[in-house]
T-cell receptor, first 115, second 115 residues
Framework: NAGVTQTPKFQVLKTGQSMTLQCAQD?????MSWYRQDPGMGLRLIHY???????DQGEVPNGYNVSRSTTEDFPLRLLSAAPSQTSVYFC??????????????FGPGTRLTVL | GDSVTQMEGPVTLSEEAFLTINCTYT??????LFWYVQYPGEGLQLLLK?????DKGSNKGFEATYRKETTSFHLEKGSVQVSDSAVYFC??????????????FGKGTKLSVIP
């Protein structure tokens, strides 16, 4: 199993550009989520999905869109990048079956810089 | 809302020193508690967890005990190694219906261990 994979690893954008951060998992997990990590802020939840076709907002959703057309993939779209979106982005997944406190598995992250 | 407070870093220790990283929480409901570790350039990995009061989570020589009376989950290790250098995150999850899979993270504590 590859686990949770993210692409790209690094990205530089100009203000106003759009892009999609890719996330995929091969563990057949129902639950997937996106976090951003900023210095001194810990991880903050952007969006999450409890299954294909179902998404919901987290703590900091503004400026980001998501969709979940398959169980495996959960892309994060920046429609018009802003310098405030400079951050490290992590995708995570977990199984929804069994105990709700199952471990979340994190991808290696995408480091995004918006100039 | 739920929140996690952990000691600010960075923390610098000599090899074989004793480690304590304090973590306290506020939560509605009855949370489960976690410690995640992030090694340089990587995503987060679950280090240990505890799901009810007085439970002790342990892994790789690290331990933490769920103290409901003091709302704490302090991380300890008796003898740290250079390979333990990482950022440590305390986190909680509560059984609150639709949002029950959302982890709430502390801001992280960076540990550096010097030979």
């Amino acid at each position: 199993n590859a686990g949770v994979t993210q692409t790209p690893k690094f990205q530089v954008l100009k203000t106003g550009q759009s892009m999609t951060l890719q996330c995929a998992q091969d563990m057949n997990h129902e639950y997937m989520s996106w976090y951003r990590q900023d210095p001194g802020m810990g991880l903050r939840l952007i969006h999450y999905s409890v299954g294909a076709g179902i998404t919901d907002q987290g703590e900091v959703p503004n400026g980001y869109n998501v969709s979940r057309s398959t169980t495996e993939d959960f892309p994060l779209r920046l429609l018009s990048a802003a310098p405030s979106q400079t951050s490290v982005y992590f995708c995570a997944s977990k199984s929804s079956s069994g105990h709700i406190y199952n471990e979340q598995f994190f991808g290696p992250g995408t480091r995004l810089t918006v100039l | 809302g739920d929140s996690v407070t952990q000691m600010e870093g960075p923390v610098t220790l000599s090899e074989e020193a004793f480690l304590t990283i304090n973590c306290t929480y506020t939560a509605t409901g009855y949370p489960s508690l976690f410690w995640y570790v992030q090694y340089p350039g990587e995503g987060l990995q679950l280090l240990l967890k505890a799901t009810k009061a007085d439970d002790k989570g342990s892994n790789k020589g690290f331990e933490a005990t769920y103290r409901k009376e003091t709302t704490s989950f302090h991380l300890e290790k008796g003898s740290v190694q250079v390979s333990d250098s990482a950022v440590y995150f305390c986190a909680l999850i509560t059984n609150s219906g639709a949002g029950s899979y959302q982890l709430t993270f502390g801001k992280g504590t960076k540990l550096s261990v010097i030979p």
